[in-house]
């Protein structure tokens, strides 16, 4: 049984900073993809980012310079720094794994809300 577990979500004001974390089981870690996409209300989900099995990242354009993907295969364990972040960056974040463009699994989602 596949399952992402992502925490690390909450209320920040803008240009704040917060860190998701995804922790997978059920899966080989270290061959998939993994990545993040939202939801943020009223708009169509879309990629965050992804990063490969060997370690190479994709970002949106809407977050370049300001996220970054990283992944631990010893703790199963992929995480999403937010920096400078936006009151569009307001969205449910979810974790996911297999191919980045089609993904297979797909975490619960956390909220994130970006707001003063």
């Known amino acids: 049984q596949v399952q992402l577990v992502e925490s690390g979500g909450g209320l920040v004001q803008p240009g704040g900073s917060l860190r998701l974390s995804c922790a997978a089981s059920?899966?080989?870690?270290?061959?998939?993809?993994m990545g993040w996409y939202r939801r943020a209300p009223g708009k169509e989900r879309e990629l965050v980012a992804g990063?490969?099995?060997?370690?190479?990242?994709t970002y949106a354009v809407s977050v370049k310079g300001r996220f970054t993907i990283s992944r631990d295969n010893a703790k199963s364990t992929v995480y999403l720094q937010m920096n400078s972040l936006k009151p569009e960056d307001t969205a449910v974040y979810y974790c996911?794994?297999?191919?980045?463009?089609?993904?297979?699994?797909w975490g619960q989602g956390t909220q994130v809300t970006v707001s003063s």
């Open positions: 996911i794994a297999g191919v980045i463009s089609a993904p297979r699994f």
């Open positions: 059920g899966i080989t870690f270290s061959s998939n993809p």
């Open positions: 990063i490969s099995s060997g370690g190479s990242r």
